[in-house]
T-cell receptor, first 114, second 109 residues
Framework: DVKVTQSSRYLVKRTGEKVFLECVQD?????MFWYRQDPGLGLRLIYF???????EKGDIPEGYSVSREKKERFSLILESASTNQTSMYLC?????????????FGPGTRLTVL | DAKTTQPTSMDCAEGRAANLPCNHS???????VYWYRQIHSQGPQYIIH???NNETNEMASLIITEDRKSSTLILPHATLRDTAVYYC??????????FGKGTRLHILP
């Protein structure tokens, strides 16, 4: 069974803390993505990566950075967490071949910044 | 990527067919229509996709109009487990997906 796993389902952090959200996929996928989901706004793309050590900004990269040192792992970093980063964070991956390619999503991490 | 328009919410009786519409009037010739759904507290799940022809799989059917400006996702025999937010997306390529607000489908017992 294909799997995308995220390090935590729920996380509570304080304003100003550095936060790491980890995502691991076991499908040998080239592409990995980080989204955040907020009520009324749907899913919005933060960053994505086509390959190890490569990254591209999505629609809302401000306040975030990413790291992809290994193919199977894609980390989202909040350098200094703020309350407006309280959200559901979703990781996804796909193989990056062909015109169509299904994205597989992890279960999400619900982050609360106090 | 083209934008899509979906109703905010819909109800359907359990056991009946659920028909979810989507307008994508600015779709270009090489853009596919995809449907995902998100059950509460889970990540989105792929359902089906199509380009021009109607498609069917074990989960659903996808009907695309001849001019490709709209489509309908059909869940033939809805169950309570089909209660979810359904997203219609149009795109080409294998990069980012732009999710809209989707349709919240309520299956009524």
């Amino acid at each position: 069974d294909v799997k995308v796993t995220q390090s935590s389902r729920y996380l509570v952090k304080r304003t100003g803390e550095k936060v790491f959200l980890e995502c691991v996929q076991d499908m040998d996928h080239e592409n990995m993505f980080w989204y955040r989901q907020d009520p009324g706004l749907g899913l919005r793309l933060i960053y994505f990566s086509y390959d190890v050590k490569m990254k591209e900004k999505g629609d809302i990269p401000e306040g975030y950075s990413v790291s992809r040192e290994k193919k199977e792992r894609f980390s989202l970093i909040l350098e200094s967490a703020s309350t407006n980063q309280t959200s559901m964070y979703l990781c996804a991956s796909n193989s990056g071949t062909g015109v169509f390619d299904e994205q597989f999503f992890g279960p999400g991490t619900r982050l609360t910044v106090l | 990527d083209a934008k899509t328009t979906q109703p905010t919410s819909m109800d359907c009786a359990e056991g009946r067919a659920a028909n979810l519409p989507c307008n994508h009037s600015t779709i270009s010739g090489n853009e596919y229509v995809y449907w995902y759904r998100q059950i509460h507290s889970q990540g989105p799940q792929y359902i089906i996709h199509g380009l021009k022809n109607n498609e069917t799989n074990e989960m659903a059917s996808l009907i695309i109009t001849e001019d490709r400006k709209s489509s309908t996702l059909i869940l033939p025999h809805a169950t309570l487990r089909d209660t979810a937010v359904y997203y219609c997306i149009v795109r080409v390529g294998h990069d980012k997906i732009i999710f809209g607000k989707g349709t919240r489908l309520h299956i009524l017992p």
